[in-house]
């Protein structure tokens, strides 16, 4: 199992190991998921009485830590390797949401911590990869925006926030500000909790609600309010033609998505930074190279579905694979789901789900690492005859259904179509449209989810991998 490391580089550990253990974080710990490492750069002075400040040149007011105990602290930690070094300081830029989620994806990552007036230049240009900031104010020391990372970052990790999808499901209402919250009694200090919560109707809950986070991120957060208009503006403009543009309108619409080009008519790029997955439609083919250009570097797959965006991206040397049928379910009943025994799977699953559907038959991007971190983000179901698994499927990190993989004895019995209801509810009960996204070749499959009341979009897809030769 996958654990990702936090190290901290501090002369107060015990603030950090104590302002952690005790939450969310501590149980994650507990369980393997993360590491957390508080290292007492005092441990590493060569000064006989533990020093590790001095006076700066040139004067001025304070002390300064010096470097070399800070290096030394850093390259016990890294023992040479690179890994991604953050110093808090509020001259870095700002952290976001967006940062943490970038962060999330790295295995190991090391915070340095400054006191004092701050840590010498020299070794901060040597061990420094990026310099970030909790806001614009200025704190004694580096622990707690340290501890403020470290708590958004491990919570995005899948397995943290326990599995069930957590972290992935907020977005929904990502890019609006949560609505009000009321609980018992219905009356206090004579203010009655809104009629519509007392209601039991569901629908008029979630229209309530929304309408709510829209007045409240508008008036407090007009920046935010204008990113969401956005959003949805280019949401309407991509259902003319739902079937083709439901992968990209459903990122946008969980707020998985952001918009990094959009012109009028039909040229759209979208990032999930989340999972380093783009998104692209392509008018013709000099939109096609505008598209090409804008991409993030650390962009590992692209989903297109034009023809010329694939041939533009594999002569940058992405391989393609494909090509995909795109099919969705666009009502809103829920499925039968006729087997007994469906569950979410468990790490101890993994190497059966890796034996059955990673290297080619997984696709692009699908590899035991992946497959792990779906399973502990609660994401994939099991089918099981006896406590024994017999099949699989799941919900991929950028959002569509797949992973579908039933042993051959038990196919023909429904249990493909039970794994895919499952599926296909949980999307429901989310208020999301399911799709996803078939090999052509996989007949059986589509015919599957056209039974389920899948329908089948008209363009192609294809599925882009970054390739080692292109990461140069
Ligand atoms: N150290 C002191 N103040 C800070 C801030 N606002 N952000 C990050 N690190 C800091």
């Known amino acids: 199992m996958r654990t990702t490391r936090f190290h901290v580089l501090t002369l107060f550990p015990e603030m950090i190991v104590q302002g952690l253990s005790p939450s969310v974080i501590g149980r994650a710990c507990e369980k393997n998921i993360i590491s957390l490492n508080a290292v007492n750069i005092r441990d590493y002075s060569t000064d006989r009485h533990g020093k590790t400040d001095d006076y700066p040149y040139g004067g001025g007011a304070g002390m300064l830590m010096q470097a070399q105990p800070v290096y030394d602290a850093h390259k016990a930690v890294t023992g040479g390797k690179k890994i991604r070094t953050i110093y808090v300081t509020p001259q870095g830029i700002p952290f976001t949401q967006a940062k943490a989620e970038e962060l999330a994806k790295e295995d190991e990552l090391v915070f340095i911590c400054g006191h004092y007036e701050g840590i010498d230049e020299r070794v901060l240009e040597e061990t420094v990869t990026d310099y970030i900031s909790i806001g614009d104010y200025v704190l004694t020391g580096g622990e707690l925006p340290a ?9 995005l990790i899948p397995g943290v926030l326990g599995n069930d999808f957590s972290s992935e499901e907020e977005s929904f209402h990502n890019d ?11 009356q206090w200090h004579g203010r009655k909790v809104p009629e519509v919560l007392l209601s039991g109707n569901h629908k008029k809950v979630t229209e309530w609600r929304l309408e709510q986070a829209k007045q409240r991120t508008s008036a407090r957060r007009p920046d935010l309010y204008r990113k969401y208009q956005e959003k949805q503006q280019l949401i309407k403009r991509l259902a003319v033609h739902k079937r083709n543009n439901i992968h990209m309108m459903e990122g946008l619409a969980r707020g998985q998505a952001e918009i990094l080009y959009s012109d009028a008519v039909s040229t759209v790029l979208l990032h999930n930074r989340r999972c380093k997955t783009c ?7 000099a939109a096609g190279i505008t598209i ?10 692209v989903m297109v579905s034009d023809f010329c ?31 007994r025994d469906i569950r979410p799977l468990t790490p101890d699953h993994l190497p059966y789900v890796c034996g059955r559907y990673c290297d080619d038959a997984g696709g692009p991007g699908v590899d035991s690492e992946y497959i792990r971190a779906r399973i502990q983000a609660g994401a994939m179901y099991g089918a099981f005859a006896e406590e024994r698994i017999v099949g699989f499927a799941g919900i991929h990190s950028e959002g569509s259904l797949g992973m579908l993989f039933v042993e051959e004895p038990f196919r023909r019995q429904g249990i493909a179509a039970a794994l895919e209801a499952c599926a296909v509810n949980r ?46």
Not at 279 to 285: C, H, K
Request: charged fraction near 30%; hydrophobic fraction near 40%.
């Open 176 to 186: 609006l500000l949560e609505y009000p919250q009321y609980s018992r009694p219905e």
């Open 427 to 472: 999307m429901l009960e989310k208020g999301w449209t399911p799709y996803g996204q078939i090999s052509a070749e996989n007949t059986a499959s589509i015919k599957l989810q056209e039974k389920l009341g899948f329908y089948r979009a008209e363009k192609t897809f294809w599925w882009l991998e970054k390739t080692l030769a292109n990461s140069t």
């Open 279 to 285: 998104m692209a439609i392509a008018a013709d083919e």
């Open 147 to 155: 501890m403020v990372m470290i708590d958004a970052i491990a919570r």
């Open 309 to 339: 965006l694939k041939e533009l991206l594999v002569q940058r040397r992405f391989k393609a694979y494909g090509p995909y049928v795109q099919m969705l379910y666009t009502r809103r009943e829920v499925l039968p789901v006729r087997y």
């Open 292 to 301: 090409a250009e804008k991409l993030p570097e650390d962009t590992e797959l």
